[in-house]
């Protein structure tokens, strides 16, 4: 008879990612074989965890990540994507992005989405797609938890405003900015600057939309993306993995799906006005037919629930079709692909140009977004302009910072960081004056 502990029941009651866990918690924890001197930046070190379900050849995976910068030990419980996750959720930047604007300001009520929700979304999206495609999920995951977390207060509209006002010492990129939290800005261990992800992570993160060399639209590469490639390469001039490019596709598939139910329920478009828009109206017409009247909170529900399975069965279809056609044995092959490998169809791709233009034109260009959105650029403008004419201004460390930092870098990443109630505050404090959105 087998004793409970015996080894061979393990075997054959566990599987072997679960074996492998107990096996490392019963190691030594100072097994007395750690190096008297760092290894390089690039390579894990310590227990390198597997992921538990096995992987198709192309994913990215953990066996051959490229590392961190900092080399340090890895956790004995977590992949080194999963702890990238856990770092990113843990982070300044991510808890900020509850009170930072998606479409509506962040006061205007508690039933739309902010960035913190729309990221939550993307990342549920992105691991049931990386999960049905066999890839890494953890690293979808984590990729589509950090892509937002360089926005600043008040949107698109915040953006646009510090990227103009900061034009002549490189401008804004949120993803660029999202590279500068993460490898330097996050001030959480006492050995170094940022968060220390994995490379890939950090490839995901800068380079979720598609390659950067040569510079997309005619524009230069931001100032921290170059910078950092130049300490650690994050071949620029390639497509991320998978799991990056399902982020990317998630994102979009997340943020068309939420407008449309924020705007409905914003009164900035009616039921009616969806019957006859590209891609959404086949769907608003089939609940309509099966259901009849329904109340808001059903009919959204309904028409999203079938939208959004059509944009994830196209997308698995085609992505499927492509990587069939490419063959990629490894994630490497996936990089080096002259496409992207993760895609909607054509047919599915023009749908989705066209809703996004009907929301352009319903929603985001609506007189009442605007007119918010116009008060808010005044108020990054306004600070940016104060904050520069006088450091002393600033809260004392980031001052500081200015004596040793070219001032208008220090005050662009101090407003980046900020959330929309934060920057309101700010704008009070300094000029003395409340400004209603």
């Not at 992800?197 to 639209?217: A, I, Q, R, S, Y």
């Not at 034109?361 to 990054?380: E, L």
Request: some cysteine; charged content about 25%.
């Amino acid at each position: 008879m087998l004793r409970k502990h015996d080894p061979a029941l393990v075997r054959g009651c566990y599987p072997p990612y679960v074996v492998s866990l107990m096996a490392s918690a019963k190691a030594p924890q100072n097994p007395g074989n750690e190096p008297a001197i760092p290894a390089p930046a690039g390579r894990l070190l310590g227990t390198v965890v597997p992921p538990p379900t096995p992987l198709a050849p192309y994913a990215t995976l953990v066996s051959g990540s490229r590392g961190r910068f900092y080399p340090e030990k890895e956790s004995a419980t977590r992949t080194c994507y999963g702890r990238d996750r856990d770092r990113i959720i843990h982070s300044t930047a991510f808890r900020r992005l509850k009170h930072k604007t998606q479409v509506f300001v962040e006061h205007e009520g508690d039933l739309y989405r902010t960035r913190l929700t729309h990221s939550l979304e993307v990342a549920q999206l992105a691991r049931s797609l990386a999960r049905s495609l066999k890839v890494d999920e953890e690293l979808a995951e984590t990729v589509a938890l950090a892509h937002d977390l360089g926005h600043t207060p008040f949107g698109h509209s915040g953006e646009e405003a510090l990227a103009s006002v900061t034009a002549d010492i490189g401008g804004f990129d949120h993803n660029a900015h999202a590279l500068r939290l993460v490898t330097r800005l996050e001030h959480r261990y006492a050995d170094f600057d940022g968060l220390n992800l994995t490379w890939e992570t950090l490839e995901g993160l800068v380079k979720h939309n598609g390659p950067l060399v040569p510079p997309p639209f005619g524009k230069n590469l931001p100032g921290p993306i170059k910078s950092f490639d130049a300490r650690w390469p994050l071949d620029l001039s390639t497509w991320p993995g998978l799991e990056a490019q399902i982020a990317a596709l998630a994102d979009d598939i997340a943020y068309v799906n939420h407008d449309l139910d924020d705007g409905l329920r914003a009164g900035l478009f009616r039921v009616d006005d969806l019957k006859d828009a590209p891609l959404a109206g086949e769907h608003v017409r089939n609940v309509l037919a099966r259901y009849g009247d329904l109340e808001l909170s059903r009919f959204i529900g309904e028409m999203i629930r079938t939208l959004m399975s059509a944009l994830l069965d196209d997308l698995r279809a085609e992505t499927a079709s492509r990587l069939i056609a490419a063959n990629p044995g490894s994630a490497e092959a996936v990089r080096a692909a002259s496409h992207a490998l993760v895609a909607l169809s054509p047919a599915m791709t023009e749908q989705l140009r066209a809703l996004k233009s009907f929301l352009s034109s319903h929603m985001y260009r609506h007189p009442r977004v605007i007119a918010t959105m116009s008060r808010a650029q005044a108020v990054i403008t306004d600070l940016f302009e104060a904050f520069s004419a006088d450091p002393g201004l600033l809260p004392g460390d980031w001052a500081i910072l200015c004596s040793r930092e070219a001032t208008g870098r220090v005050v662009r990443d101090y407003i980046a960081g900020m959330t929309d109630t934060y920057a309101l505050a700010e704008y009070a404090r300094v000029f003395k004056n409340q400004i209603t959105l």
